[in-house]
Structure formats: C-alpha cells, structure tokens
T-cell receptor, first 115, second 116 residues
Framework: AQKVTQAQTEISVVEKEDVTLDCVYE???????LFWYKQPPSGELVFLIR??????QNEISGRYSWNFQKSTSSFNFTITASQVVDSAVYFC????????????FGKGTRLSVIA | GAGVSQSPRYKVAKRGQDVALRCDPI?????LFWYQQALGQGPEFLTY????????KSGLPSDRFFAERPEGSVSTLKIQRTQQEDSAVYLC??????????????FGPGTRLTVL
C-alpha cells in the first residue's frame, strides 16, 4: 500500500527565513510519481511540482527547491527567503506511474510566515 | 475561466437529507477524480472516471455515496441520507488522461458540506 507521511503538522517562521517541509513516502511500486500541492486559505489545491521515480535530480524554481532522495524515500520541499504569501497548507502526494491513478496525500503541513 | 469549477461552494444539509455536488472539469480533460477532505486532513480518494466510465469507486465510504458522469464531462457526486460524518470539503480534479506523460490533476475550489 502507498503512504505519505508529513511529520510536521505546523511550522511558523519569520519572513525571509528559509524553511524545509519534510515528506516521506512508502510504496512497493518501482515506478511512481511524487507531487507537492499548495492549499491557500481559499481552499483550492495548486499544483507545484511533479517528479517521477527515475529522476532524482533536484529541482529549483525561483524560491522553491525540491530534494528527492530515493535511498531515504524522501521528497523534501524548501522555500528560500519565505514571504507572507507563502502561508498555506502544503501537501505531498504520491501516485502510481501507469495511467491515471488517484493521488495519495499526506496530512499536510501548515506553514505560517510572519511579517 | 478555464479551470475546474464546482458548485455549490458551500452546502448546509440537515441530517438525513440528500445532496448533489457538481463538478465542471477543464474542457477536453478525459479523467475526473473526486476526493474528500476532512478538516485538518489531506484529501482522500473517492472515485475516478475516464470519460463516462467509472473505473474506480473503491474510495466511496458507503453505498450512500454515488457519482456519475453521463456524458463524459460534468460530474455529480450524490450523497443520500447525509450523516454528520459526511461533513467535509469535496474536491474534484481533472486531468488530460489518455496515458499522456504530463498528467497533473487540476483541482477545483471544492464544496464545503456541513451536515447538522
């Protein structure tokens, strides 16, 4: 069975600090996808990134970066120089690679960035 | 807009009432998913359609939950005889489908259901 664990329930940082959100996953599949979504107070889930299990190259997009380590089954997300607008709940998710399959989500990490 | 839309955004029902929640996916998206998100939790899968075919309904919590997508576009999630434990946000997502490489699911704003 697939499982995603986000051990940090809530994190609070001061604006401009860097923050890392942890994600650990479990799957028996050898091919799978990992995702991060942002859920602002409005409630809509916003897609941030998708990685497949064959691509362990870290990715950077502006202030966002992702560290995928298959050896530790982790897919951590770092926000550099955090801003108040980054305040949201962030979800890590996992899906099988073949076809359209449901996402298995973690419980989310609520990030509060204080001005 | 071009995103996934859901209606109503908020629904209050008395216990025992039937409710119907609507999802309009992104035009041309073959795949449609329903998820249930309880307060403080991550979304949990309910059911999945490919066009009008319901390919997976393993996540539906009881036979009071029913979903349909008769013409392969708009979908309706119906809950009969609502119970307090049905209170949650119901999220709809769509994706291109068809085995395409980029198959991100795009989510709607959700319907917040409160059962009194």
């Amino acid at each position: 069975a697939q499982k995603v664990t986000q051990a940090q329930t809530e994190i609070s940082v001061v604006e401009k600090e860097d923050v890392t959100l942890d994600c650990v996953y479990e799957t028996r599949d050898t091919t799978y996808y990992l995702f991060w979504y942002k859920q602002p107070p409005s409630g809509e889930l916003v897609f941030l990134i998708r990685r497949n299990s064959f691509d362990e190259q870290n990715e950077i997009s502006g202030r966002y970066s992702w560290n995928f380590q298959k050896s530790t089954s982790s897919f951590n997300f770092t926000i550099t120089a955090s801003q108040v607008v980054d305040s949201a709940v962030y979800f890590c998710a996992l899906s099988e690679a073949m076809g359209n399959t449901p996402l298995v989500f973690g419980k989310g990490t609520r990030l509060s960035v204080i001005a | 807009g071009a995103g996934v839309s859901q209606s109503p955004r908020y629904k209050v029902a008395k216990r025992g009432q039937d409710v119907a929640l609507r999802c309009d996916p992104i035009s041309g998206h073959v795949s449609l998913f329903w998820y249930q998100q309880a307060l403080g939790q991550g979304p949990e899968f309910l059911t999945y359609f490919q066009n009008e075919a319901q390919l997976d309904k393993s996540g539906l919590p009881s036979d009071r939950f029913f979903a349909e997508r008769p013409e392969g576009s708009v979908s309706t999630l119906k809950i009969q005889r609502t119970q307090q434990e049905d209170s949650a946000v119901y999220l709809c997502a769509s994706s291109l489908g068809g085995g395409r490489a980029r198959n991100e699911q795009f989510f709607g704003p959700g319907t917040r259901l409160t059962v009194l």
